[in-house]
């Protein structure tokens, strides 16, 4: 189901995921990485994220993907890769505002809603992480910095491929450990960026990413 919010008068076009069966009263924000929703030769980043929001769902979760890209007008690939620095606030607004309107959907309760981000989706998760009481990043390269908040969300989980030469995991974790907050870290041999390809390590990091990342949200929203 498409649906839209709004975000400093932008108008953002946003992919919903309705609870199935008995709902949690929760919801997880999914956020996209410079690939957008899309699947192309980098990896099928829109086929695994709307599968995200569809087992999100089948769990009792209200699910959204925003697209963020909607808040500057930035076509996803290298025009997002290339407008990287500039339009970060921006992204990171829409995403803030995703949120919002993700905790005043029917049925989700105060406080309930966590984020979900790939690679720079990722990163913008770590940002807001004084947003959100859980967060769950994949790949996510540190950039300049994660910020700082006076709250961090006291659960979060990171997913790394150790053949992934963009995320930062260790960095990351690194920062979180100075606020006092120890992320649930998850290596993954052999695994590369996104997780993308038929060989053994990157099937098994795939498989064990999404069964974690499913039980960490139950066990912590």
Do not use: C
């Amino acid at each position: 189901m498409t649906i839209s919010y709004r975000s400093g008068g932008k108008a953002i076009s946003a992919e919903l995921f309705p609870p199935v069966g008995a709902a949690r009263g929760a919801a997880v924000v999914i956020a996209h990485g410079s690939d957008g929703v899309t699947d192309d030769r980098n990896g099928p980043w829109a086929t695994m994220m709307r599968q995200y929001g569809a087992d999100f769902a089948q769990a009792g979760y209200t699910a959204l993907l925003p697209h963020y890209f909607d808040k500057t007008g930035t076509e996803p690939g290298d025009a997002a890769m290339r407008s990287l620095f500039l339009n970060l606030p921006a992204w990171q607004q829409a995403l803030a505002d995703a949120l919002k309107h993700a905790a005043a959907l029917p049925g989700v309760g105060a406080g309930r809603v966590g984020l979900v981000g790939f690679s720079l989706g990722g990163h913008l998760g770590l940002r807001l992480r004084g947003q959100a009481p859980v967060v769950v990043e994949f790949f996510a390269p540190h950039l300049t910095d994660i910020g700082s908040v006076a709250s961090a969300a006291k659960h979060i989980q990171i997913h790394d491929g150790t053949a992934d030469p963009i995320a930062n995991a260790d960095l990351i974790a690194g920062v979180l450990g100075d606020e006092g907050i120890a992320p649930e870290l998850h290596r993954y041999p052999g695994a590369g960026h996104g997780f993308n390809g038929a060989d053994p390590d990157n099937t098994k990091a795939r498989k064990l990413s999404r069964e974690r990342t499913l039980q960490f949200v139950a066990d912590h929203l």
